[in-house]
């Protein structure tokens, strides 16, 4: 049986919008039939907001997460990122310590091996950072399953934050602090952010706001990241996602990673 392909024909100005946003009206007529049917939604959609970055109330136990990480510091704990082995968790591991160095958190990081331990945080992770002497451990893009885990890193006496964002078992890790967009308790806006994204919301409100050269280049180091891992772990690009990747690719282009990698 032959596919009968039908064009969606959605009534709008397609020639006062193309030149309004100087786009193809094709692109436009792509843009209406996906939703964005005014020119205020096609202008918010077309935007790049960098404060929108920056915005993170309503994401389950953020507070938490970041008072604990302000306590790590303030009592010197020797701390541990768990990360996962994919672009995601690589990126959202980077994230945590670049902040963490600028924070004056003493942490180290473990990136599970695929084979060895499989995915995300498990008691041989567990046991391992007892054995190194590691007082607290950070999650990001796992965790959110590591019920067992946290429960013997409890009895350890080993502080747990889980930030994840991957969807929500039935029952959640006994963490002292569990940040997911996906929570029930969630009121945050998108829950469709990766991992390092969940990360980058995690330790921007600690970081404050760039003062100076350095500072405002590890926040471009950081948002570049979770660009990265937003393409990476195929999140849909709407909303602040859309946003965050423009914002990488708008740095790819000028040539400003080519400088942060050397």
């Not at 389950?60 to 701390?79: G, N, Q, S, T």
């Not at 990136?111 to 008691?123: A, C, E, M, Q, S």
């Not at 959110?144 to 885990?149: K, L, P």
């Amino acid at each position: 049986m032959k596919k009968k392909w039908t064009l969606k024909r959605i009534p709008a100005d397609y020639e006062t919008l193309s030149r309004e946003f100087l786009l193809d009206p094709v692109a436009i007529r792509v843009l209406v039939n996906r939703g964005y049917d005014t020119e205020e939604k096609i202008r918010e959609f077309l935007s790049m907001e960098e404060a929108v970055f920056e915005k993170a109330e309503g994401l389950p136990d953020l507070e938490k997460a970041r008072e604990e990480i302000l306590r790590f510091r303030d009592e010197k704990k020797k701390v541990r990122v768990i990360g996962d082995y994919d672009i995601d968790g690589v990126c959202a591991t980077a994230i945590l310590l670049k902040a963490f160095a600028a924070l004056g958190v003493d942490a180290d990081y473990v990136i599970p091996h695929r084979v060895l331990d499989g995915y995300g945080l498990n008691t041989n992770l567990i046991e391992q950072a007892k054995e190194n002497g590691i007082e607290a451990i950070i999650t990001c893009d796992n965790g959110i399953a590591a019920f067992e885990a946290v429960e013997l890193a409890n009895s350890y006496g080993i502080t747990v934050v889980v930030t994840d964002h991957h969807e929500v078992p039935e029952i959640i890790p006994n963490a002292v602090a569990v940040v997911d967009p996906k929570r029930k308790e969630n009121a945050y806006a998108n829950r469709e952010i990766c991992g390092a994204y969940v990360a980058y919301k995690v330790v921007c409100g600690l970081l404050g706001e760039p003062s100076g050269e350095e500072e405002r280049r590890l926040r471009t180091e950081l948002r570049i990241l979770a660009g990265f891992a937003t393409v990476g772990d195929v999140m849909p690009l709407n909303a602040e996602n859309r946003s965050i990747v423009k914002f990488c690719l708008s740095h790819l282009w000028t040539g400003s990673i080519r400088d942060w990698m050397r």
